[in-house]
């Protein structure tokens, strides 16, 4: 059974910085390394969005609000997801949740974390 731990969150202030992992477990360090990954955040009251994305190649795609900021990363060996925050501001607040699938595109399949809250105080 594959499942994914979020942590790294926090309080903190405005402009600050934060690094949140999601170590997955269940998986092996070959097939997590197939897998697209991706970090989510939804606020109270909101849809869970999108914040970036890594491929199994690598390849990193970002939401405008975090570009330039933020930056996912993944250790296939450490079967475990990054990201980088920087510069937070309090409209970042929200809880972040990781997930692991063969198409991000898709909504259904593939894993996901309980989250973990990151809260950015002004």
């Known amino acids: 059974q594959v499942q994914l731990v979020e942590s790294g969150g926090g309080l903190v202030q405005a402009g600050g910085s934060l690094r949140l992992s999601c170590a997955a477990s269940g998986v092996g360090s070959g097939m997590f390394s197939f897998n697209d990954l991706g970090w989510y955040r939804q606020a109270p009251g909101t849809l869970r969005d999108l914040v970036a994305t890594?491929?199994?190649?690598?390849?990193?795609n970002y939401a405008d609000s975090v570009k330039g900021r933020f930056t996912i990363s993944r250790d296939n060996a450490k079967t475990t997801l990054y990201l980088e925050m920087n510069s937070l501001k309090p409209e970042d607040t929200a809880g972040y949740y990781c997930?692991?699938?063969?198409?991000?595109?898709?909504?259904?399949?593939?894993?996901w974390g309980r989250g973990t809250q990151v809260t950015v105080s002004s």
């Open positions: 997930r692991l699938a063969k198409d991000l595109t898709l909504s259904l399949g593939g894993y």
């Open positions: 890594i491929s199994s190649r690598g390849d990193t």
